[in-house]
């Protein structure tokens, strides 16, 4: 039996490069996995899986020694102990970290280590994945490939298939997600007729650079940095008077978002982080990123003055719902990381529990899926299914360029105003009009015309099929935050401000069937925490 990897770019240019504050494991003999389990399904508003939770956070430790003995060089303090810092959320300083650049110290050492076993491991670099191949049973039998470098369509015939292809990040203008963020897997199984869960809850992280959305990590607040408004107010004070700045993110997120909305922020419409308060000593050893990002993007040294900062679309809690072996509602095919909705993350994910979700129902899934494989044979795909994408390629190359739009024009449409009305505050007026601009967008996205015509690196080709994922998936999130009719986690509803466990203490499923997006309802697992009130 044969692993293949494919991927669109190549495998460490992947967007897990940009997390940059940590991982979360109670190593710590002081702390317990049970009070990292408390803090997420906390942070989660009640909303995330218990019995999920429980697995994530009790296997974290294990992993991280893993992590550890395979070659991440994670922060050690004074004593040569692994070290941690403070996160949002939590009730212990338990996330290990490697200064400000974790996601990609574990991508770079994972990546080494697959290439130890380049004998069982076919590497599939720059292919693009253009539609999953579903057999008459309706089991996923591998999936439709665009060779990026000359053009060539292939099938790729597989007894498992596992979609490990992000978030949907570029759906918002502007975010902290990278270019190839573009909802890929969501779309491709959503189409494929697997269930979504929880896209209403989007996470807008409380530090992003003004103007063009690049991520300040919250280990810069881990570190001791302050909010200020423009009256030189430290404003948590009144919103999480016991975490301050550490409160879980979204609290963060509507406390900076209200001091910008009523006046008391600054003119350019943000609130500043102060880590001028953080020893530069520390900050160079720590933060030395950010400290590249402020000088290089917004011409300010953090080690002297202030940043400016404001929510910015960040992180999606839903997605392909799993269970905790990764397996989808369609046989055969599997789903981790930020594609997946397993829910661990509920309606708000802790700072530095991405990356773990991430390792452990990644390799969950593996396992599962190759244990599943190793009892059968290799399923057939039909032609037909290739010959299809060539065609939907050709007519996509074709398109008459006198009467519709740039692809590049939709995108930027669909990302503000996503931006504007669903972001941090949303109302039932506000969602009614982005459903409509939405469903507009993907009519005029069927004649949005491209330049190049060409098979070799044919970014535009890509650019047109992202653009098809990303309005299929940002309908979905429009459509979610519509029916929850009542404020929790990242999904706050100005006309219904309070949360109501009565009715919505429950996951929304949103499934294509007969080409028309069809709501459900899944219940919440709770195990052995009852849904409470939530402060900081």
Known sequence: MTVGIISKIHPVRSHSNAAQGGINAALNPDDSWESHAFDTVKGSDYLGDQDAIAIMCSEAPEEILHLEHLGVTFHRNDKGLLGTRAFGGASAARTYYVADITGQAILHVLYEQMLKYDDKIDRYEEWFTVGLAIDDDGRCTGAIMRNIRDGAIEVFRAKTVILATGGSGQIYKPTTNALVCTADGMAMAYRSGAALMDMEMIQYHPTTLLGNGLLITEGARGEGAHLYNAAGERFMEKYAPNKMELASRDVVSRAEQTEINEGRGFPDGSVHLDVTVVPKKRIHEALREIVMVGRDFAGIDITKEPIPIRPGQHYIMGGIKTDVDGRTDIPGLYAAGEVACVSVHGGNRLGANSLLDTLIFGKRSGAHAAGVAKSMNMPSVADSQADDV??????????????????????????????????????????????????????????????????????????????????????????????????????????????????????????????????????VTITQWQPQERTY
């Open 390 to 523: 060539r065609n939907e390629i050709q007519a996509i190359i074709a398109r008459d360029k006198s009467g519709g739009r740039r692809v590049s024009d939709i995108k930027d449409e669909l990302g503000e105003m996503m931006n504007d009305k669903v972001a941090v505050y949303r109302d039932e007026e506000g969602l009614k009009s982005a459903l409509e601009v939405v469903k507009r967008l993907q009519e005029e996205s069927k004649t949005a015309w491209i330049d190049d015509a060409g098979t070799i690196f044919n970014q535009d080709v890509l650019g047109a099929i992202e653009l098809g994922y990303m309005l299929d998936i940002a309908e979905t999130i429009v459509m979610g935050a519509i029916e929850r009719k009542e404020s929790r986690g990242a999904q706050f509803r100005t006309d219904y401000p309070e949360r109501n466990d009565e009715e919505w203490l429950k996951h929304i499923d949103i499934k294509l069937k007969d080409g028309t997006p069809t709501i459900e309802y899944s219940p």
